[in-house]
C-alpha cells in the first residue's frame, strides 16, 4: 500500500493523457492554445499502462482520465477498456468537455464507466462561447442529456466565475430537482496558462453556499464520504445533489488521496505542485518495474502537507502553468 509522510492512504490517479484540446476555455488556457507536447513527448499507452499497473500493486483501485481533452486522443475508448482490466484497478472513469461523447456512450457503459465528468460551466450558448472560445454548446447539451438518459453516474463540473456565470448558478441547481445529476461547483485556480493574470476569488466556497442558500433556505447537508473533495447538499425532494469544491481555498487537503500524472509523466503529489519526477524519462532510462515502485514510495515519502505548501515551494520554480497539463 502507498502511504504518504502525514499517513494518508494514496487510492486514486488521476491520469491526463493529452494537453490538447477543441476548446480554450479561458481559466485553462490562452485562445491560442499551449505549446502543446509532440506525440513523442507524451506517455505512450503501453507507458500508461504499465505505469497503473505498478500502481494497482500499490493499493490504487480507482483511475480518473483526463487531459485536455481525453477524447482528442486517439483510441482512448480501447485504452481505458485496457485499464479495466488490470488487477486491482475497480473503477475506471473519465473527466471530458463532452463535446465528442455521444458516439463513444454505448462502448464506455459496455466497458463498464460507472462515471462521466462532464464540464459544463454554464446553461447559456452565448455565455459558454464566451468562456470557451468555441461554439459546441449544443453538442455538450446533448452529451448531457444522453449522460442522464444512459444511467451513468454523471456529475457536472462547473468553475465559477465572477465575470462570467453567477447567473448560472441557481439555475444549475435548479437541474438537480428533476435529473439525477449531481452538479458540482468548483473555486477557480490560478492555472490558466498565461490565459489571463489571477486574481484571489471572490466567490470562493461560503459565498457560493451562501447564495444557494439563500434561493433554498431548506437545503440538506449531505454525507460526504472520507475523500470526497466536495461539500455535498440537496434540495429536498430533488433528484441530484448539489457539491461545491473548496480547490482554492483548499480546506480538503487533510483526506487527499490523489496521485496526478501529468500527459508527459511528471509525477504531481499536490496539484498545486511546480515541477514534477519525470517517470517517463525514468522509464526511458531503464528503471525496472521495482525501481519504479521504489520511486513512487521514496516521492510520497516527502509530499507537501497541503496546497499551500505545495504551492509555496512551486513559487520558487516560478512555473506558469495550465490546467490542461496537470489534468484538474
Ligand atoms: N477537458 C476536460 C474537461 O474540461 O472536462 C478534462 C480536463 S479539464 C483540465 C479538468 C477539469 O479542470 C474541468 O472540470 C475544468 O473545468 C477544470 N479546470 C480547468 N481549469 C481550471 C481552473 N483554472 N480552476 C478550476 N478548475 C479548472
Ligand atoms: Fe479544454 Fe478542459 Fe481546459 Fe476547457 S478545461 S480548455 S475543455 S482542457
Known amino acids: 500500500m502507498l502511504y504518504d509522510n502525514h499517513g494518508r492512504q494514496l487510492r486514486y490517479l488521476r491520469l ?5 484540446c477543441n476548446l480554450r476555455c479561458f481559466y485553462c488556457m490562452p485562445e491560442e492554445g499551449l505549446n502543446f507536447s509532440s506525440r513523442s513527448q507524451i506517455l505512450s499507452y503501453e507507458e500508461m499502462t ?16 483526463t487531459g485536455g481533452e481525453p477524447f482528442v486522443r486517439k483510441d482512448i475508448v480501447p485504452f481505458m477498456d485496457q485499464l479495466t482490466q488490470i488487477n486491482g484497478i475497480e473503477a475506471v472513469s473519465i473527466t471530458t468537455n463532452g463535446t465528442d461523447l455521444v458516439r463513444h456512450l454505448p462502448a464506455l457503459k459496455q466497458m463498464g464507466i460507472k ?19 468555441r461554439d459546441e454548446f ?11 438518459e444512459s444511467g451513468i453516474d454523471t456529475k457536472i463540473n462547473a468553475v465559477v466565475m465572477e465575470e462570467h456565470n453567477l447567473e448560472d448558478i441557481l439555475l444549475m441547481c435548479a437541474l438537480t430537482q428533476n435529473d439525477p445529476v449531481s452538479v458540482r461547483f468548483i473555486e477557480e485556480m490560478p492555472f490558466n496558462g498565461g490565459s489571463k493574470g489571477y486574481v484571489p476569488i471572490k466567490w470562493n466556497m461560503t459565498r457560493i453556499l451562501e447564495h444557494i442558500q439563500e434561493a433554498y433556505p431548506n437545503l440538506v447537508k449531505l454525507d460526504d464520504g472520507v475523500s470526497s473533495t466536495s461539500m455535498n447538499y440537496q434540495i429536498p425532494g430533488a433528484k441530484g445533489s448539489i457539491g461545491i469544491i473548496p480547490a482554492y481555498t483548499r480546506t480538503i487537503c487533510r483526506s487527499c488521496d490523489r496521485i496526478r500524472l ?29 525501481d519504479i515502485k521504489n520511486q513512487f514510495i521514496k516521492l510520497f515519502n516527502n509530499r507537501a502537507k497541503d496546497g499551500f505548501e505545495a504551492e509555496a515551494k512551486a513559487q520558487k520554480s516560478g512555473s506558469l502553468q495550465s490546467m490542461a497539463t496537470i489534468g484538474g
Do not use: W
Open 262 to 290: 501529468t500527459p508527459k509523466g511528471d509525477l504531481k503529489t499536490c496539484l498545486y505542485q511546480g515541477e514534477g519526477f519525470s517517470f517517463r524519462d525514468f522509464m526511458r532510462d531503464g528503471a525496472t518495474d521495482e
Open 115 to 133: 462515471s462521466v465528468n462532464l464540464s459544463l460551466d454554464c446553461l447559456d450558448k452565448e455565455r459558454f462561447h464566451k468562456i470557451t472560445r
Open 16 to 20: 491526463a493523457v493529452t494537453d490538447r
Open 138 to 148: 449544443e453538442e455538450v447539451m446533448t452529451s448531457y442529456h444522453a449522460l442522464i
Open 50 to 65: 504499465r505505469l497503473v499497473t505498478i500502481l494497482a500493486d500499490l493499493g490504487i483501485s480507482k483511475v480518473r482520465i
